[in-house]
């Protein structure tokens, strides 16, 4: 019998175990039965990580601690509401390998230098532990729709993480297989690979999306939350 693996990854990662209701975070280098993953760990550069296979109130109090003071200390947030919305985006960033659907997020402000695309990037860091595992999208409207099921299957081979828009303009967020993808749980989706006629299973991705008031519509605007940030002296010095 060959095992299964149906994720191949390079940090450690937070999965589901099997079809449970159990999670745990896979660490260590090489297979995981329980997750069908395989890890293939810098073992220098991790050499000091570690979680508690259960971990304590006082872990979780003191990792909520590190979000709200180092990640998202330095950010101006328009409201309440807005700064828990960042909150949800950081965890969602990190958790989302091991749920099937996740919704898609905005980083909007009045103008330029309130800190978008910094708060986008680190969540995309925070859930590697590394730069990296983005798939660029310029134009997300329907016009494009073509072209945006091309990166996505471009995302899938490449193992990314997450489809990124940096500065959306005055296009609006409406591609159906954006609808889609936030939609539909992972396995209930697929794109075309590139080039070819066979099509790929897409799952396990977010959609973020950075510009001035950003306008989206169709079915993902039930599916997006946009964290409005606020412009100040600092923000544009960052």
Not at 186 to 207: I, Q, Y
Request: hydrophobic fraction near 40%.
């Amino acid at each position: 019998h060959i095992p299964v693996v149906a994720l191949q990854l390079e940090e450690p990662t937070f999965l589901r175990v099997g079809e449970t209701d159990e999670f745990r975070v896979v660490q260590r280098a090489g297979l995981d039965l329980e997750t069908q993953s395989h890890l293939d760990l810098d073992g220098e550069k991790w050499a000091e990580y570690r979680v508690e296979e259960m971990p304590s109130l006082e872990d979780a109090e003191q990792a909520y601690r590190y979000l709200t003071s180092e990640v998202l200390g330095d950010f101006y947030f328009e409201t309440p509401e807005d700064y828990a919305r960042a909150v949800v985006y950081l965890l969602s960033t990190v958790a989302r390998p091991a749920t099937r659907i996740a919704p898609s997020f905005g980083f909007d402000a009045p103008g330029k230098g309130a800190g978008k695309s910094l708060l986008a990037r680190a969540g995309h860091i925070l859930a590697r532990g590394k730069g990296g595992g983005v798939t660029n999208i310029t134009d997300p409207s329907s016009k494009a729709n073509e072209e945006v099921d091309k990166r996505i299957g471009a995302a899938m081979i490449a193992g990314h993480r997450f489809l990124h828009v940096d500065e959306l303009g005055r296009a609006k967020v409406d591609a159906p297989v954006l609808m889609t993808l936030t939609a539909t749980p992972d396995g209930g989706n697929s794109s075309r690979e590139l080039g070819k006629s066979s099509m790929l299973d897409v799952s396990g991705m977010v959609l973020t999306v950075c510009g001035n008031n950003i306008r989206v519509g169709g079915d993902i605007n039930r599916r997006f939350l946009n964290i409005r940030l606020q412009q100040t002296e600092i923000t544009r010095a960052m």
